[in-house]
Nanobody
Framework: QVQLVESGGGLVQAGGSLRLSCVPS????????MAWYRQAPGMARELIAS???????YYLDSVKGRFTISRDNAKNTVYLQMNSLQPEDTGVYYC???????????????WGQGAQVTVSS
């Protein structure tokens, strides 16, 4: 089974920075789109940023100019660089990857275990 292992979460003060990493493992024919979602306490999970296999980018308006998603295809790793963090950025961040496990697989989504990000005032 494909697994997505996240790292890089933690506690920071407002204005600080963190970088999240997501490393897929397991049997994969191809990695398609990858994304980061956030779930704040008591709220629904929402899409924060995504990057396609071709490099097309999406950012939630509230993180534009502060967050950067990037992808290292050689390492099969996606990153989320988070700068100028604010308390409203607090939540559990989940990596998501669309994976083709075989040559004829159109793609199946997998989720990371979640990384807690807490931003203090």
């Amino acid at each position: 089974q494909v697994q997505l292992v996240e790292s890089g979460g933690g506690l920071v003060q407002a204005g600080g920075s963190l970088r999240l990493s997501c490393v897929p493992s397991g049997s994969m024919h191809a990695l398609n789109a990858m994304a980061w979602y956030r779930q704040a306490p008591g709220m629904a999970r929402e899409l924060i940023a995504s990057i396609s296999s071709g490099g097309s980018l999406y950012y939630l308006d509230s993180v534009k100019g502060r967050f950067t998603i990037s992808r290292d295809n050689a390492k099969n790793t996606v990153y989320l660089q988070m700068n100028s963090l604010q308390p409203e950025d607090t939540g559990v961040y989940y990596c998501n990857a669309d994976v083709s496990q075989t040559y004829d697989d159109p793609g199946t989504m997998f989720w990371g275990q979640g990384a807690q990000v807490t931003v203090s005032s």
